[in-house]
């Protein structure tokens, strides 16, 4: 019984410090999530990941952690909008069958002050989420590792590079989408990309999102370079593998988007420089793809 007071009485403690301490908080949340990714059972992993969920939303609504870095926290993803109109934290914890949980926060700072939202992942659901407009509820969930913003009209895009791994499968790459006009009632995706075949893979119609598919085993490039979105071309050994997303892989040429006229465009065969570095295939030890 004594044992499981003092449990709760430093639960809570931790939870009021959160609240008036960031600093503290943040190294209660590294310890936490260093925990939700090493720790030997997926009961354990997700209780530490539970208690790390409960502390971060105790903060990230204040002005004060809104500009805090959170260095200390490997395994979360802390990303800020070009422009600071939004703050999307994301995360991951693996599990037992070799897949991840994915979790995330969009924090929106506008006239109204700051917003929290949660971001739930449904993407073990959606075949075909490129054809979707998906909402916060209903996430396809993603590391996202960089934020690109553009305009046209007054309007504004802010695109998300995301990785979306799972060890068993096939892993992905996700170019996603925000735009300026869906903050208030928000909504993830956009037909902002005119590329009717990409990796040899006909679209049925404007897609919403870009979501490149590949053998876990195999690392493939997704960064922004030089205002481009340049891209390993993925393929197949043989025409007839076409779709069975495990045989994907790259054949070492790259291909890139470009922004015109509001529309991320498709450029074919184009030669990169060494400043484009793969990101590894899964989420390191300490749970975050590099760029």
Do not use: C
């Not at 209780?47 to 926290?73: C, H, K, M, S, W």
């Not at 922004?259 to 899964?282: A, F, S």
């Amino acid at each position: 019984m004594k044992i499981l007071v003092s449990f709760f009485f430093t639960f809570f403690s931790t939870i009021a410090l959160a609240q008036t301490h960031i600093p503290s908080a943040e190294r209660e949340l590294a310890r936490l999530g260093h925990n939700s990714i090493v720790q030997k059972t997926q009961e354990m992993r997700m209780a530490a990941q539970d208690t790390f969920t409960l502390i971060l939303d105790q903060i990230i609504g204040t002005e004060e952690a809104y500009n805090f870095p959170f260095e200390r926290v490997q395994n979360l993803s802390k990303l800020h909008a070009p422009d600071k109109s939004f703050r999307i934290y994301t995360w991951s914890v693996p599990q037992s069958d070799g897949s991840f949980a994915f979790f995330g926060r969009l924090v929106l700072n506008d006239k109204n002050g700051l917003r929290v939202i949660r971001l739930i992942d449904g993407g073990a659901d959606k075949e075909w989420a490129e054809y979707l407009l998906i909402k916060p509820e209903n996430w396809y969930g993603a590391i996202y590792y960089d934020i690109i913003e553009t305009k046209y009209k007054r309007k504004t895009y802010y695109s998300l590079l995301g990785y979306r791994p799972n060890t068993k499968t096939y892993n992905q790459k996700i170019v996603e989408v925000l735009a300026s006009d869906n903050m208030n009632k928000l909504r993830f995706g956009a037909h902002i990309f005119n590329t009717p075949v990409v990796n040899g893979i006909k679209y049925k119609k404007r897609p919403y999102r870009l979501i490149f598919r590949y053998n876990p085993k195999a690392v493939a490039t997704v960064r922004y370079v030089n205002k481009e979105i340049v891209m390993d071309h993925l393929a197949v050994p043989d025409y007839s593998m076409t779709e069975k997303w495990n045989m994907y892989g790259p054949d070492f040429s790259y291909h890139a988007l470009y922004w015109k006229k509001g529309k991320w465009e498709l450029k074919d065969e184009i030669i990169v420089n060494n400043d484009v570095k793969p990101t590894p295939q899964k989420p390191t030890q300490k749970g975050l793809p590099k760029k």
